[in-house]
């Protein structure tokens, strides 16, 4: 018996993953508009994760006899100050789902849903992953400041970053 509230908070997290794809195709797209094609790069594959923590969920819920119920997503941001804005943005946004991971994983204790604690397990990993990544960009744009020159480096760099496997649609 798949627990209600569990249920109803994964639906949720369905929606923010979905939307936090939506956010970083929009960042992706401040890049293009940038002509830095790493930085755009390295956010539609951000996109295809997010796309795919989606489906973990979609297909867990469906899994446990659960009803997917899909939600709006909302306006994502389309303009921001400088590429580090971007990464603090993504950071920020990164440290509020994995608020939302523990929420769910405290959930799954509390109504003793074993499974669900289980499958959570990956999605804390990933996150402590995610709060990484963004956290290292950030580090090394706050240090390159105004440098184009080191900026175009980076871009060929993190241009580098290929898909997960077997992202999208499973
Ligand atoms: Fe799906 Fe970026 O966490």
Redesign the pocket.
Known sequence: MFDKKVQGAMNDQIQR?LE?AYIYLSMAAYFEGLNLPGFAQWMKV?YR??EA?AFKFYDYVNDRGGRVMLQAIGQPPTEFESPLEVFEKALAH?KK?TGHINDLYALAVQQNDYPSQVFLQWFVE??VE?EKTAGDIVTLLSRIGDNEHALIMVDREVGQRQPPAGAGAE
């Open positions: 993953e936090s951000q994760e997010e923590h990164e789902i990933e996150q995610e």
